[in-house]
């Protein structure tokens, strides 16, 4: 059996320019940019559209699941630390797997990647789409009519607004990173101010006896609820994809994601007891827009609701930008080893940005958002990004022994039972999910063996480097590599 292609940390630095300026990127984001971009990536649909359905699973013991699904990704979230600041490109898990375990296993993690990212794009946009509804009808009384407003599967014809705002973000992320970057930072701390006033609104209604029973549905619920949680906190690691964007990302990347898993794990806990404490679990399970809800309940007028709706408005329009941004970061570093088509890692000289990349990207998520029911991949999205996280843990453990002498700006603590435990709380979230979306994963996973057997391996610039020049090839010197960004 031959032996997995593993790259080296080094060689990834040296190939993305990344102690430089990266593969034609500039370095423009600071760690309050990198602190918003991460609160912008996760703080969306999951408390403003998906907090109904934890509630409804786990009831007021929902604050437990938050916390449950905040230590996985926590444990995790220290591996991410350690190996951004060691390998800062804009590959993360992706570029992690490869260093760590081999080009087999990088390439299926970039596949469910793709699904982790496409499906978060598309998926947020359809919540974007019945917030904007919200606030029209909070505003003026009417709303898009459903054919505009909801694709095929939901009792519409297309999903207008989906599409929209997806257009949106792909036109910001093709002007150049720091209109990006500075669009992100400005609606993640707009989200922040409108969500610690809906709780300043929730608690002054507080009733303790909302809270009762805790937990209606026992373990079970907490469990089931924990996944469904969970999908609140996707987003996080697109942190470690600014890696060659960063001015420090040595040392901001770690400091990051710590910050923001912070921020958004008390936001959650703050906002959830807000939500129930006020109105009930009952109240809250599985109803659309229900913090407008308890805010209308709360004040007995539809301006309050309006403004949580204007909130929402801006925070999911936030996430899908910055999960845009990291599917394409992702995408161009799988295309600068040569595992999917060279299209994907074509820099502008101009905006410095990948411009076909980006547009390719809005376009395929674009269509699914449109006309398609995401609800049924959800979960498959779900196991696909635990399935990742599990990897990167390994991937930490790998690379400590592989490479003990790496330059790492941080260091997972209690090292190892740190990321055996962020393996085995994956690996609990992905059993709650079901044996059908195990199903799911093996298919998708099969599929993803089949593209890099019939194309990824062929095509490897690492499996052949002798036939790619100096500034093409997997052997490509620091100076090579600083000069090789090419031009759409």
Same mark, same amino acid.
């Given at each position: 059996?031959?032996?997995?292609?593993?790259?080296?940390?080094?060689?990834?630095?040296?190939?993305?320019?990344?102690?430089?300026?990266?593969?034609?990127?500039?370095?423009?984001?600071?760690?309050?940019?990198?602190?918003?971009?991460?609160?912008?990536?996760?703080?969306?649909?999951?408390?403003?559209?998906?907090?109904?359905?934890?509630?409804?699973?786990?009831?007021?013991?929902?604050?437990?699941?938050?916390?449950?699904?905040?230590?996985?990704?926590?444990?995790?979230?220290?591996? /991410?630390?350690?190996? *951004?600041?060691?390998?800062?490109?804009? &590959?993360?898990?992706?570029? +992690?797997?490869? !260093? #760590? %375990? =081999?080009?087999?296993?990088?390439?299926?993690?970039?596949?469910?990647?793709?699904?982790?990212?496409?499906?978060?794009?598309?998926?947020?946009?359809?919540?974007?789409?019945?917030?904007?509804?919200?606030?029209?009808?909070?505003?003026?009384?009417?709303?898009?009519?459903?054919?505009?407003?909801?694709?095929?599967?939901?009792?519409?014809?297309?999903?207008?607004?989906?599409?929209?705002?997806?257009?949106?973000?792909?036109?910001?992320?093709?002007?150049?990173?720091?209109?990006?970057?500075?669009?992100?930072?400005?609606?993640?701390?707009?989200?922040?101010?409108?969500?610690?006033? /809906?709780?300043?609104? *929730?608690?002054?209604?507080?009733?303790? &006896?909302?809270?009762?029973? +805790?937990?209606? !549905? #026992? %373990? =079970?619920?907490?469990?089931?609820?924990?996944?469904?949680?969970?999908?609140?906190?996707?987003?996080?690691?697109?942190?470690?994809?600014?890696?060659?964007?960063?001015?420090?990302?040595?040392?901001?990347?770690?400091?990051?994601?710590?910050?923001?898993?912070?921020?958004?794990?008390?936001?959650?806990?703050?906002?959830?007891?807000?939500?129930?404490?006020?109105?009930?679990?009952?109240?809250?399970?599985?109803?659309?827009?229900?913090?407008?809800?308890?805010?209308?309940?709360?004040?007995?007028?539809?301006?309050?609701?309006?403004?949580?709706?204007?909130?929402?408005?801006?925070?999911?329009?936030?996430?899908?930008?910055?999960?845009?941004?990291?599917?394409?970061?992702?995408?161009?570093?799988?295309?600068?080893? =040569?595992?999917?088509?060279?299209?994907?890692?074509?820099?502008?000289?101009?905006?410095?940005?990948?411009?076909?990349?980006?547009?390719?990207?809005?376009?395929?998520?674009?269509?699914?958002?449109?006309?398609?029911?995401?609800?049924?991949?959800?979960?498959?999205?779900?196991?696909?990004?635990?399935?990742?996280?599990?990897?990167?843990?390994?991937?930490?453990?790998?690379?400590?022994?592989?490479?003990?002498?790496?330059?790492?700006?941080?260091?997972?603590?209690?090292?190892?039972?740190?990321?055996?435990?962020?393996?085995?709380?994956?690996?609990?979230?992905?059993?709650?999910?079901?044996?059908?979306?195990?199903?799911?994963?093996?298919?998708?996973?099969?599929?993803?063996?089949?593209?890099?057997?019939?194309? =990824?391996?062929?095509?490897?610039?690492?499996?052949?480097?002798?036939?790619?020049?100096?500034?093409?090839?997997?052997?490509?010197?620091?100076?090579?590599?600083?000069?090789?960004?090419?031009?759409?």
């Amino acid at each position: 059996m031959p032996a997995p292609r593993i790259k080296s940390p080094a060689l990834l630095v040296a190939e993305s320019g990344a102690d430089r300026e990266g593969h034609g990127l500039q370095r423009t984001m600071g760690l309050f940019q990198l602190i918003c971009f991460g609160v912008g990536a996760i703080v969306g649909t999951g408390i403003f559209v998906g907090l109904s359905d934890s509630v409804a699973q786990a009831g007021p013991a929902v604050v437990v699941s938050f916390v449950l699904a905040a230590i996985t990704c926590v444990f995790t979230a220290f591996s /991410f630390a350690e190996l *951004g600041g060691a390998i800062p490109v804009s &590959g993360s898990s992706y570029s +992690f797997a490869y !260093a #760590g %375990l =081999g080009e087999g296993t990088a390439f299926l993690v970039g596949w469910c990647l793709l699904l982790e990212y496409g499906v978060s794009i598309s998926a947020v946009a359809v919540g974007w789409s019945q917030y904007v509804n919200e606030l029209l009808h909070g505003l003026t009384g009417m709303q898009l009519p459903a054919a505009l407003s909801a694709g095929p599967g939901d009792g519409g014809v297309v999903n207008l607004p989906a599409v929209i705002v997806i257009a949106m973000a792909s036109v910001l992320l093709v002007r150049g990173v720091r209109e990006s970057a500075r669009a992100t930072a400005a609606m993640a701390v707009l989200k922040l101010v409108i969500l610690a006033a /809906f709780c300043a609104v *929730g608690y002054s209604a507080f009733k303790d &006896g909302n809270l009762t029973p +805790f937990s209606p !549905a #026992g %373990l =079970g619920g907490i469990g089931a609820g924990t996944t469904a949680a969970f999908f609140s906190y996707i987003g996080f690691d697109a942190i470690t994809t600014a890696g060659e964007e960063a001015k420090n990302p040595r040392r901001d990347v770690p400091v990051a994601i710590m910050v923001c898993m912070g921020i958004v794990t008390l936001l959650y806990c703050a906002v959830a007891l807000a939500a129930i404490g006020a109105v009930g679990g009952d109240q809250v399970g599985g109803r659309p827009a229900a913090l407008s809800y308890v805010v209308d309940v709360v004040t007995g007028s539809g301006v309050g609701g309006g403004v949580i709706a204007f909130g929402a408005v801006v925070a999911i329009a936030s996430v899908v930008l910055a999960v845009m941004y990291g599917q394409t970061r992702i995408l161009m570093s799988m295309s600068r080893d =040569g595992l999917v088509p060279r299209v994907f890692e074509k820099v502008s000289p101009r905006t410095a940005t990948p411009v076909a990349g980006t547009l390719i990207v809005a376009l395929v998520f674009a269509l699914p958002a449109a006309f398609a029911s995401l609800d049924a991949v959800v979960n498959l999205c779900t196991i696909g990004t635990l399935a990742v996280m599990a990897v990167v843990n390994i991937a930490v453990i790998a690379l400590r022994r592989r490479e003990p002498g790496l330059t790492r700006s941080f260091r997972v603590p209690l090292y190892p039972v740190v990321p055996l435990l962020g393996v085995a709380f994956c690996l609990y979230l992905m059993y709650e999910t079901g044996w059908t979306t195990w199903l799911q994963f093996a298919a998708f996973l099969a599929a993803g063996l089949l593209v890099y057997v019939g194309y =990824g391996r062929r095509h490897s610039r690492l499996a052949a480097p002798a036939r790619d020049d100096a500034t093409d090839g997997a052997e490509v010197t620091p100076d090579a590599a600083g000069t090789a960004a090419r031009a759409v």
